[in-house]
């Protein structure tokens, strides 16, 4: 097995600046939350360029300018509307910007029936769309400032009395900042807390290594009695909501930057933890991929069917329990697995399926395919993920590097 | 309550409180060594929390209106644990084996694994924002029970205890009691050299909580700001401040830094207990 997480010798600036035609990012950039916010691109556009990243904190930056901001003037691909949400001092981003975080409209569904659900944010309920919860039930939506330890302990508090919180932030707040109150006060005591663990991997691009979680599925993988799962899209994470309420103890829900194109055409009715979806027949090679990679992996294997190679593409949404039966079909029946995930090559989906094949004495080529032992680069997402080779053509030249050992 | 009856529930209270102290004793015997001083200080105010003041029933310790406690001072749980099984929450021969492999008690309690025990503890300064947490749940539900948090002087320095701080008074969770056992010492020295705590009460009024300082070893001051409390609801959440003495009732073990965790051989032990014996008579 080797890594290889490690681009290919080229000079940074140069594959920046080739993988991102628009040139670098704003010097400006996300620094100031209060700067006028630019239009937002349509998911499209955002999504292929990468360049625009204003989604984030648009509806803080909107709520401290004067009511009818930016996006009353709604352009193309700008907010299709506002709503007021929380207290009446928030406005709400479009959520045509970030159609994968449906959080917010999934839960507040579900909480009509199910009235254990409460959510809460710290100061996030705008750039994670909980403020569509917070809109219809407010009398169960918390925000807590920016204090993600006491949230996560709370919500914890909040689960010792009958009730299942779902919380949200950062991954890299939620796992890392609050690493011990997720293994103390939620895993630990088996309190079903749920956590919506966003904008992870390096999806915050340009914001640089304190925003963003590499190390998150290492660190949670670890802790006892915490399913770990990665939602590849909208329609996933809705099938996650749903059969996270019948899960007894804690939850860590991995999500993407809410701009994940879409891999379900609609909610995965067969969804169960645990349980690996395979997306593509092949029998060249298996690309296992979790979360934002899931996308780009199946595209890989479009690329690679061009060159006649046949790829299966297994979405191994649940890093924790693992599906290792499905682990041990990709080793034995295609005879050669890559793992792509937007994580560390340490301690997470690679680190997980190489520790099923070794514990199996299976021998096949193989990839763990992420980011290497080392903080990223600057850059915009997509600029990132060319960078990183996490992107269809990168992966699929990995598949090939894995697959020349076949000889 | 008559004078008389008071008198009769203080005395059972203090009886309750050595209790608690020879207990301690002999469950840090069982394990080698325990947090003496650390129970000794808050005996009064354990006394007086489970025998008097919280609304709870063994007999169901899931009724879903009950008082919660969280100890959030984890390691004096060597003083909880007796309590619990003198109140029938679980059989008080279990607490032989305290700390023993494969024993339900540690030296820091879990929920998990011992009926009575609302909230697993140990590592300082997530208690009252478990509390936070737990008082919101109640109002979410429309309950009116409230959630009392042990604090120790020493853990406030950490700073998500400021965080739930000021949670609790931004919603107003007037059902949330915190208890602060003041007893002066963190491991390292006295608070106020290692990490100054005061002026304590300014600190919490200023953060919007509803403040009362009392001597915590006169178990009628203690039930006296019990029945200060203004009813759960919302409100400015309350903290009594109980000004206490680490290792209170052994002269040795009194304000002295050797004692956060000890363990007494066989001929100190019985002198001892011997004091607290005394002590209790006088």
């Not at chain 1, 000079?11 to 628009?22: E, G, M, Q, V, W």
């Not at chain 1, 579900?110 to 959510?119: F, H, K, T, Y």
């Not at chain 1, 027949?281 to 006649?308: F, N, R």
């Not at chain 2, 209170?248 to 004091?275: F, I, T």
Request: charged content about 20%; some cysteine; glycine content about 10%.
């Amino acid at each position: 097995m080797s890594e290889s997480a490690t681009p290919p010798p080229a000079a940074p600036s140069t594959r920046t600046a080739a993988a991102s035609p628009a040139g670098p990012a704003s010097p400006a950039g996300p620094a100031s939350p209060a700067a006028p916010a630019t239009p937002a691109l349509t998911p499209t556009e955002g999504a292929e360029s990468g360049q625009d990243q204003s989604e984030v904190f648009r509806g803080v930056s909107e709520s401290a300018g004067p009511a009818g901001g930016p996006e009353a003037a709604a352009g193309p691909g700008a907010a299709a509307g506002s709503s007021t949400v929380g207290r009446g001092t928030v406005k709400g981003i479009a959520t045509r910007s970030v159609p994968a975080f449906v959080a917010g409209d999934e839960l507040a569904d579900l909480a009509d029936a199910d009235l254990r659900i409460v959510v809460m944010t710290a100061d996030l309920a705008s750039a994670n769309r909980l403020a569509d919860f917070a809109a219809r039930h407010p009398g169960r939506f918390f925000d807590l400032g920016i204090a993600e330890k006491n949230m996560i302990t709370a919500a914890a508090g909040l689960a010792s009395t009958g009730l299942i919180p779902f919380v949200g932030t950062f991954a890299s707040f939620a796992a890392l900042l609050g690493f011990e109150q997720i293994r103390t006060d939620c895993a630990y005591p088996g309190m079903p807390v749920r956590i919506l663990a966003h904008h992870s991997g390096m999806s915050l691009g340009y914001y640089g290594t304190s925003h963003h979680a590499l190390e998150d599925l290492a660190a949670m993988r670890a802790v006892a009695d915490l399913t770990v799962a990665c939602a590849a899209d909208g329609n996933q994470l809705r099938a996650m909501l749903r059969a996270s309420l019948a899960v007894p103890g804690a939850v860590y829900l991995r999500l993407g930057r809410g701009r994940d194109p879409e891999v379900y055409p609609s909610v995965p009715a067969d969804f169960a933890f645990g349980r690996s979806v395979r997306l593509r027949e092949g029998a060249d090679a298996t690309i296992i991929a979790t979360g934002s990679q899931v996308h780009p992996a199946l595209a890989a294997a479009d690329l690679l069917a061009a060159e006649d190679c046949r790829v299966r593409v297994v979405d191994m949404h649940t890093i924790k329990p693992l599906d290792a039966n499905a682990v041990l079909a990709a080793a034995s029946e295609t005879g050669c697995v890559v793992t792509v995930e937007e994580h560390s090559v340490i301690g997470g989906l690679g680190s997980a399926v190489a520790e099923v094949l070794v514990d199996h004495r299976v021998a096949v080529p193989f990839r763990r395919h992420g980011i290497a032992d080392e903080y990223v680069l600057i850059g915009p997402p997509a600029a990132l993920y060319a960078h990183y080779r996490l992107d269809p053509v990168g992966i699929a030249a990995v598949v090939k590097e894995a697959r020349a050992e076949l000889g | 309550m008559t004078r008389q009856a008071a008198a009769t529930d203080l005395g059972r209270l203090a009886d309750r409180a050595l209790f608690i102290r020879l207990e301690t004793l002999r469950l840090a015997r069982i394990a080698g060594a325990g947090h003496y001083s650390s129970t000794f200080s808050a005996a009064e105010l354990l006394a007086a929390l489970y025998y008097h003041q919280l609304r709870i029933d063994p007999a169901r310790p899931d009724w879903p209106d009950r008082d919660r406690f969280v100890l959030s001072k984890g390691h004096a749980a060597i003083g909880l644990y007796p309590v619990l099984a003198d109140l029938g929450y679980f059989d008080p021969a279990l607490l032989d084996g305290y700390t023993r492999l494969g024993s339900p008690f540690g030296d820091h309690p879990d929920m998990r694994k011992i009926t009575g025990i609302d909230f697993s503890s140990g590592s300082l300064g997530h208690g009252l924002s478990v509390g936070v947490g737990m008082a919101l749940g109640g109002r979410v539900q429309g309950r009116d029970f409230r959630v009392y948090v042990m604090v120790g002087d020493g853990e406030l320095a950490e700073g998500q205890i400021w965080e739930a701080i000021m949670a609790a008074s931004h919603f107003r969770l007037g059902s949330l009691v915190c208890i602060v056992d003041r007893n002066q010492l963190c491991i390292d020295g006295p608070t106020e050299q290692v990490m100054a705590v005061e002026p304590l009460d300014q600190r919490f009024a200023a953060f919007g909580w509803r403040v009362t300082r009392i001597d915590g070893h006169d178990l009628g001051a203690i039930l006296a700001a019990f029945d200060d409390l203004a009813p759960p609801g919302r409100g400015a959440p309350q903290v009594i401040v109980a000004d206490t003495i680490k290792g209170k009732g052994v002269r040795r073990m009194e304000l002295d830094l050797n004692w956060h965790v000890g363990n007494l051989g066989p001929d100190d032990y019985e002198a001892v207990r011997a004091e607290l014996m005394e002590g209790s008579h006088r």
